[in-house]
């Protein structure tokens, strides 16, 4: 005897009503045992084809993003593109994995002409022979974003020890012409003389450019993550200053002056640290000790 599963075990009211009065309505199904078994083919073949409707993956235009979707109006589709563009220019590079990295390479804006690639140094130029792929600490090796912050700290690093180097030597020759103090000053000699107004003049343009150079560059934090992350449209040490228009519009052209600038800049920072080095060892200037080697 099989056991029925009986969800409404009433008895029809239309029993009650005389044959010939009214029509009498089927009876009512019961939910049983038979009726699940029944149905139960059916039930499969319907849980099946929502799991592969759930499982197939939309197809989606890599180099389009959210673009490729199709909209359901103009102001949704506006308004996609709008986050979209959001998305690509400030999304971090930092926590990706290769193969999303190499995703995101494929439809990422070139950079006066570059683009991150598997190459040394993700493909950013500044290797030169003979020295080529020179970096023994492995920092080359780290995600994008990072090899990008460190290529903003070579290149600013590199223009200001460019600029020091010169003022150095200036310094030593030139101070006692704008300034109340005896010529043939050392560096540290003559910092101790500069009056604090104009120090503090110094301190201010510093820290205004570095700001712009901040708000340029780098992703306006909204967490604590976002806080080292650059902009993916912002080429590093592009900041936008270029009076003499030197920087060439071609891929080529612009990869060969940054390496030229990035070499000075290399060259230029181990020189002004031989400089100081020089001066806290004889306590003399580098006019001085020059004249008595070539002497």
Request: hydrophobic share 40%; aromatic share 6%; charged share 20%.
């Amino acid at each position: 005897m099989k056991l029925h599963l009986s969800l409404l075990a009433l008895t029809p009211a239309t029993a009650l009503i005389p044959t010939g009065s009214k029509p009498v309505p089927p009876p009512m199904r019961v939910a049983t045992a038979e009726l699940f078994e029944s149905q139960e083919p059916l039930l499969d073949t319907l849980s099946k084809k929502r799991r592969r409707r759930r499982r197939a993956p939309a197809a989606v235009d890599l180099a389009g993003g959210l673009d490729a979707l199709p909209a359901r109006s103009s102001g949704e589709a506006s308004s996609r593109r709008g986050r979209a563009q959001m998305q690509r220019r400030d999304a971090p590079l930092t926590t990706m994995g290769r193969r999303a990295r190499r995703l995101r390479f494929a439809g990422a804006a070139p950079l006066h002409g570059w683009v991150p690639t598997d190459d040394f140094c993700y493909g950013l130029p500044g290797a030169l022979a003979p020295l080529g792929d020179f970096d023994p600490f492995n920092l080359s090796k780290e995600s994008v974003g990072t090899v990008r912050r460190y290529r903003e700290a070579e290149v600013m690093h590199g223009r200001v020890a460019m600029v020091a180097f010169v003022g150095f030597l200036v310094g030593e020759h030139g101070a006692h012409q704008v300034l109340d103090v005896e010529p043939s000053l050392t560096h540290d000699a003559l910092l101790l003389k500069t009056p604090g107004l104009l120090l503090g003049a110094l301190a201010t343009v510093v820290g205004v450019c570095e700001a712009y150079r901040a708000a340029r560059g780098w992703v306006t934090p909204e967490s604590p993550d976002q806080v080292w992350q650059m902009r993916e449209s912002y080429y590093p040490g592009d900041i936008g200053f270029d009076p003499l228009r030197l920087a060439p519009n071609d891929t080529a052209g612009f990869a060969a002056m940054a390496t030229r600038e990035l070499q000075h800049g290399r060259l230029a920072m181990i020189a002004f640290m031989g400089l100081v080095a020089q001066e806290y060892q004889t306590h003399e200037t580098v006019s001085d000790s020059l004249s008595k080697l070539l002497a």
